[in-house]
């Protein structure tokens, strides 16, 4: 079988990284190899590929067959156009130097649009990263605008039950209000009872001395009459 341009894996599983080898096609992928020409990294955007040219090119004039992805690293990275302008100059197509000029053409057109796309996915990257950031800003401002809902309506429990406390204090305070106005209002009426007995009294006293004074002349004229009595038994 023929010499293979092909991948060797290494790397962790999820993130591989590749080897481009020369090997002998009866080999195994991974086993031993004839000449190391680069390495791909499919991990990076854009992939990253480091690959030498000259010695990619030499293999292809020297018939070595290329995987599929190894052919199209290298078309990648002009190696196939390059052989294609060099078969051209051997047919007397073009010369050496046009096919030059083109393959220079060729590779700053290239360089364009890598770097052009390069470009587009970086600025992809950080609208992806604005879109994130503004999505997770209005999260944040719609749990803070809850939170902060939530919030008030906790403090409107508090002042309705603090008035609610202060109604039923003000209730206590008018009953116990009412309740003295009450005694005050009972102790008030007792008073000229009191007052109404006394005056009685007073009245009274002047006829309980009238009286007084009445008895007692009859209580002097009497004396002398016993007195009498008194004498006349003597003799």
Not at 30 to 39: M, P, Q
Not at 167 to 181: F, H, L, M, S, W
Not at 191 to 210: N, S
């Amino acid at each position: 079988m023929p010499v293979r341009m092909r991948l060797q894996r290494f790397g962790k599983k999820g993130a591989p990284f590749y080897h481009i080898v020369i090997a002998d096609g009866r080999a195994p992928r991974d086993g031993k190899f004839i000449e190391k020409i680069g390495t791909y990294d499919p991990t990076r955007v854009p992939a990253e590929i480091n690959l030498n040219f000259d010695a990619a090119l030499q293999w292809l004039h020297n018939g070595a067959q290329p995987t599929d992805t190894v052919r199209a690293i290298l078309s990648y990275k002009g190696v196939m156009y390059k052989k294609h302008l060099e078969g051209g100059v051997k047919k007397g197509a073009f010369t050496e130097e046009e096919a030059e000029k083109r393959f220079q053409a060729w590779m700053k057109d290239k360089e364009a649009r890598i770097e052009a796309k390069s470009k587009g996915i970086q600025d992809k990257k950080v609208e992806d990263k604005e879109a994130r950031m503004e999505a997770e800003t209005k999260v944040k401002e719609a749990r803070a605008a809850e939170l902060a809902k939530k919030k008030a309506a906790e403090v409107e429990a508090q002042v309705a039950a603090a008035k609610e406390a202060a109604g039923e204090t003000e209730e206590v305070e008018e009953a116990a209000a009412e309740a003295v106005a009450e005694e005050v209002a009972e102790e008030t009426t007792e008073a000229p009872k009191v007052e109404e007995t006394a005056p009685e009294a007073e009245e009274e006293a002047p006829k309980v001395e009238a009286a007084a004074e009445e008895a007692a002349p009859e209580a002097k004229e009497e004396a002398p009459a016993e007195e009498e009595t008194k004498s006349e038994e003597k003799e």
